[in-house]
Structures are given as C-alpha cells and as structure tokens.
C-alpha cells in the first residue's frame, strides 16, 4: 500500500509570515511529488511540481525535496489570506499518483 | 488553460441505479483520470486511461466500469449504484504521464 502522510492540521499562521506544510510518503521508488492547492467546495489546482532533491522556488512558493527522508515540504512565504486552503501532497510513483489527505491552511489577517 | 468539464456539478441517484459521469477535456491529452474524494481519505483513484479504449485500474476500481471511445471523454459508470458511492468525483487529465493532471470542477453524487 502506497502511503502519502501530512498533518490535517488546521496550521494558522498570521498574515505576512511562513507557512510550512509537510508530506512524507513510503515508497522509495517515487518519482516525482507535487502540491495542490484546494479551495473550499473547489477542485484541487496544481501550484508545485518537483522531481529532484533540493528546492524549488515559484514566487512565494518552495517546494523542497529529500528523497532519502522521503519528506517533501511546500513553504509560503509572506502569507496571505487568500492562501487560506487545504493544501494536497501527491507523490508519482510508477504510473500512479497518491495523494495525502491534506493539511487545511488559514492565514490570519 | 485546459478546460476539463463534467456534465453535472450535482447527481442524487436512487440505490441500484446504474449511473454515467461523464469528463470531456479540450486539450488533446492522452491521459485521463477519476478519482473519488472523500472527508478524511482523500483523493483516491479509481481507473485512469492513458490511451483511447485503454484502461487501467487504480486502487478502488470495484463497483465502477469506465468507457474512453473518444480521446477527449471518459466516462464513469456506475454499475448498480450503492450508499458507500456518495462521494465527490474529480475527473482529471494531463499531457504528461508524469502527471496528476488538471482537475474538473467535480461532480457530488448522492446514492439514496
């Protein structure tokens, strides 16, 4: 059984400062991790992809990767309300894709 | 932008019902997807098809059947509708297999 772990949460965070988001996932053979970002009664919308150890940056967003922790964080800086969400890891492995449950995310203003 | 759309936001289906949701994409992907969402499971996969009449199944496929005649449709069937299927479904498709895929707005479906 393929595992992708994160903390529901909620995580609050007051508006301007860093959000850390967390996923940890069991198969060592995994591939290729991303985040997605689920509004309330919406669909979820791809906002991080990342294949390779290290970090990846997209504006306010870091995706950072350690495969041989298998761990893979997204950080918001600046943080704003509008970023309040849940926030969904998904790890590829093979020709599937897992996703965690999700971490819920508000930002205080 | 892709645009991935399923044909009905909102479905209430009686018990043994055999129920269709359909996913039309406009981008020309090969790969297409659906998944069931629910409240402390998460987003699970049910089948996906890679290919025009190719399916494969993904981790809960028991209970459902799927039909890719075209490249831009999937479908989802539901053979003989249950309660544990009251469920958000997502369909979602992408260029890439490396990909999740973009995601429809979903459809909400009751079983009764």
């Known amino acids: 059984q393929k595992e992708v772990e994160q903390n529901s949460g909620p995580l609050s965070v007051p508006e301007g400062a860093i959000a850390s988001l967390n996923c940890t996932y069991s198969?060592?053979?995994?591939?290729?991790f991303f985040w997605y970002r689920q509004y309330s009664g919406k669909s979820p919308e791809l906002i991080m992809s990342?294949?390779?150890?290290g970090d990846k940056e997209d504006g306010r967003f870091t995706a950072q990767l350690n495969k041989a922790s298998q761990y893979v964080s997204l950080l918001i800086r600046d943080s704003q309300p509008s970023d309040s969400a849940t926030y969904l890891c998904?790890?590829?492995?093979?020709?599937?894709?897992?996703f965690g449950t999700g971490t819920s995310l508000t930002v205080i203003p | 932008d892709v645009k991935v759309t399923q044909s009905s936001r909102y479905l209430v289906k009686r018990t043994g019902e055999k129920v269709f949701l359909e996913c039309v994409q406009d981008?020309?992907?090969?790969?297409m997807f659906w998944y069931r969402q629910d409240p402390g499971l998460g987003l699970r996969l049910i089948y996906f098809?890679?290919?025009?009449?190719?399916?494969e199944k993904g981790d809960i496929p028991e209970g459902y059947s799927v039909s890719r005649e075209k490249k831009e449709r999937f479908s989802l069937i539901l053979e003989s509708a249950s309660t544990n299927q009251t469920s958000m479904y997502l369909c979602?498709?992408?260029?890439?297999?490396?990909?999740?895929?973009?995601f429809g707005s979903g459809t909400r479906l009751t079983v009764v």
């Open positions: 979602a498709s992408s260029l890439s297999n490396l990909l999740p895929g973009d």
């Open positions: 198969d060592r053979g995994s591939q290729s």
């Open positions: 990342i294949y390779s150890n």
């Open positions: 998904a790890v590829g492995t093979g020709n599937q894709f897992y």
């Open positions: 981008m020309d992907h090969e790969n």
């Open positions: 098809s890679y290919d025009v009449k190719m399916k």
